[in-house]
Antibody, heavy 120, light 105 residues
Framework: QVQLQESGPGLVEPSETLSLTCTVS??????????WSWIRKPPGKGLEWMGY???????NYNPSFESRVTMSLDTSKNQFSLEMSSVTAADTAVYYC????????????WGQGMLVTVFS | QSALTQPPSASGSPGQSVTISCTGT?????????VSWYQHHPGKAPKLIIY???KRPSGVPDRFSGSKSGNTASLTVSGLQAEDEADYYC?????FGTGTQVTVL
């Protein structure tokens, strides 16, 4: 299994852009078996799939986030990233990166998660 | 896409069994065998414990079992142990359930 680690600012001001990076080890973002995903968990709420990016660069976003989210790959660094614009307090959450496997359509490997607080 | 519906909480004493339901629609749970379950201890990464309705990944105890009937899938934890106290989420394709907090009394 691959290992994933999220990184980025833990505090973002309202109306600004949230930016997170997920570093992949033990595997490659060029794998055609995995969809590189972002999932979040707001306090007191459940898990929400935000979207994924495939090794080809193709993306699939949850309609709830589509207008604000951009995902990208950096194959030279074996990383993938999330940007979400115009954040509000409702975007305060623990953000996880994860692999969604094409073999059995599950989120197989997860990062430890990163708390991002939207705070002015 | 609406979240799959789970009861907010479930509980049992050590050694007992607890069953959690997950209700979807004909478009997800009902028509496909792509239902998975995740165990989430607060502060840790969620862990896949059941996939394709009934299958367990390597290393997951056989105390965890899954089933499905119509549009409702279920996770049963038998022989409850203290470490089973966690939040549990079902998922079908990329849609998650609302989550169930399991308490070991």
């Amino acid at each position: 299994q691959v290992q994933l680690q999220e990184s980025g600012p833990g505090l973002v001001e309202p109306s600004e852009t949230l930016s997170l990076t997920c570093t992949v080890s033990g595997g490659s973002v060029k794998s055609n078996n995995d969809y590189w995903s972002w999932i979040r968990k707001p306090p007191g709420k459940g898990l929400e799939w935000m979207g994924y990016i495939y090794y080809s660069g193709n993306t699939n976003y949850n309609p709830s986030f589509e207008s604000r989210v951009t995902m990208s790959l950096d194959t030279s660094k074996n990383q993938f990233s999330l940007e979400m614009s115009s954040v509000t307090a409702a975007d305060t959450a623990v953000y996880y990166c994860a692999t969604y496997t094409s073999r059995n359509l599950v989120f197989e490997s997860w990062g430890q998660g990163m708390l991002v607080t939207v705070f002015s | 896409q609406s979240a799959l519906t789970q009861p907010p909480s479930a509980s049992g004493s050590p050694g007992q069994s607890v069953t959690i339901s997950c209700t979807g629609t004909n478009s997800d749970v009902g028509d496909y065998n792509y239902v998975s379950w995740y165990q989430h201890h607060p502060g840790k990464a969620p862990k896949l414990i059941i996939y394709e309705v009934t299958k367990r990944p390597s290393g997951v105890p056989d105390r965890f079992s899954g089933s499905k009937s119509g549009n409702t899938a279920s996770l049963t934890v038998s022989g409850l142990q203290a470490e089973d106290e966690a939040d549990y989420y079902c998922s079908s394709f990329r849609n998650f359930g609302t989550g169930t907090q399991v308490t070991v009394l």
